[in-house]
């Protein structure tokens, strides 16, 4: 983890164009590559990032940050107040809480709910970057990466495409499709899920356990 305080601009140009004037910030430089930009505030959302995987090229005063989209994250330093580095080591990842665990393993056991024909090859599929929750082939034989969340947020969303990212870089897998699964999923997230081509399905828990739900439906 690379984490750097300076005073900056920074600009975005890709799918539209941005701009962050001048301020003091913190860059983070993640192990993966994930290169994220934080004002103090905000929570946990930065103001600007772009995930792995990326190329970092470090120039005089600026560093240029560019993926295979043909997106570009210029950052132009100013001052650097501080630059270092840690290894973290490895980190053991988010543990599931008993329901989503439960779906991912309802899932697993039967993965035709989501879509017909759809199949398991693995469930906790591991990648370099993490586990991929259910790793499925559709009926026409296509890859299909499934995460599971309780409540399906935009984090999810980025974390799944962080995983699709990573295994179509796979010969043997691409293409590879996102499927974002959750008992609710937040109407932000459902749009840059659909904006990223990843399809949304909710699920209900009840239902997957053979109970009648609560939830209350039209006929």
């Known amino acids: 983890?690379?984490?750097?305080?300076?005073?900056?601009?920074?600009?975005?140009?890709?799918?539209?164009?941005?701009?962050?004037?001048?301020?003091?910030?913190?860059?983070?430089?993640?192990?993966?590559?994930?290169?994220?930009?934080?004002?103090d505030g905000g929570a946990y959302k930065p103001l600007n990032w772009m995930n792995a995987p990326?190329?970092?090229?470090?120039?005089?005063?600026?560093w240029r940050v560019s993926n295979s989209k043909g997106?570009?994250?210029?950052?132009?330093?100013?001052?650097?107040?501080?630059?270092?580095?840690?290894?973290?080591g490895v980190d053991?990842?988010?543990?599931k809480d008993g329901v989503e665990a439960h779906i991912q393993e309802l899932l697993?056991?039967?993965?035709?709910?989501?879509?017909?024909?759809?199949?398991?090859?693995?469930?906790?599929?591991?990648?370099?970057?993490?586990?991929?929750d259910l790793l499925c082939k559709d009926q026409e034989g296509m890859t299909v990466a499934v995460e599971v969340k309780r409540r399906g947020e935009i984090d999810g969303v980025e974390q799944l495409t962080r995983y699709l990212d990573f295994l179509n870089r796979d010969?043997?897998?691409?293409?590879?499709?996102?499927?974002?699964?959750?008992?609710?999923?937040k109407p932000q997230a459902r749009v840059l899920?659909?904006?990223?081509?990843i399809e949304c399905v909710v699920v209900d828990?009840?239902?997957?356990?053979?109970?009648?739900?609560?939830i209350l439906k039209l006929f």
């Not at 990326?54 to 600026?62: A, S």
């Not at 899920?193 to 081509?197: C, L, P, V």
Request: some cysteine; glycine content about 8%.
């Open 193 to 197: 899920a659909e904006d990223r081509g």
């Open 92 to 95: 053991p990842g988010l543990q």
């Open 54 to 62: 990326n190329r970092l090229v470090e120039e005089e005063g600026h």
């Open 108 to 132: 697993a056991e039967n993965p035709s709910v989501l879509g017909d024909g759809l199949r398991l090859i693995r469930r906790e599929f591991p990648t370099e970057i993490g586990p991929v």
């Open 171 to 185: 010969s043997e897998l691409s293409p590879v499709k996102g499927l974002y699964v959750a008992q609710e999923i």
């Open 71 to 88: 997106e570009v994250l210029t950052v132009s330093f100013l001052e650097v107040i501080s630059d270092s580095a840690y290894e973290m």
């Open 205 to 214: 828990y009840d239902e997957l356990r053979g109970m009648e739900s609560d």
């Open 1 to 39: 983890m690379r984490l750097v305080i300076a005073k900056c601009t920074v600009d975005y140009e890709g799918r539209l164009s941005a701009h962050l004037p001048e301020a003091v910030r913190l860059i983070m430089v993640k192990a993966d590559g994930c290169v994220a930009i934080h004002a």
